[in-house]
């Protein structure tokens, strides 16, 4: 198992119910996986973009550290993007 790191831009438009239940989402992606969530937190409230995403202005920046099979990355990346709630996502593996 590969140890990475990922960062997702979330819709600023979620109540607060509706990030808890996307960040436990996101978690269950990599356990359906056979990986390991070590970390979650949110990274910044509300960040303003230097130029739109899918016209927000702004966006809830999340980061998550997991472990997983680097076989499995290409299918947590997919389910992801699938995700009409996550802007944009950034997965790197850390050494």
């Given at each position: 198992m590969?140890?990475?790191?990922?960062?997702f831009?979330i819709?600023?438009?979620l109540?607060?119910?509706e990030?808890?239940?996307?960040?436990?989402?996101?978690s269950?992606?990599?356990?359906?996986n056979?990986?390991?969530?070590?970390s979650?937190s949110?990274?910044?409230?509300k960040?303003k973009f230097?130029?739109?995403?899918e016209?927000?202005?702004e966006?809830?920046?999340?980061l998550?550290?997991?472990?997983?099979?680097?076989?499995a990355i290409?299918?947590?990346?997919?389910?992801?993007?699938?995700?009409?709630n996550?802007l944009r996502?950034?997965?790197?593996?850390?050494?």
């Open positions: 590969k140890k990475y790191e990922a960062m831009i819709k600023p438009s109540s607060e119910e990030r808890k239940n996307l960040f436990l989402h996101l269950e992606v990599v356990t359906k056979n990986g390991s969530v070590s979650g949110v990274w910044a409230e960040k230097f130029s739109p995403i016209k927000y202005e966006g809830l920046y999340y998550m550290n997991f472990s997983i099979p680097a076989l290409k299918e947590i990346n997919h389910a992801y993007k699938l995700n009409e996550v996502v950034m997965i790197t593996k850390i050494e």
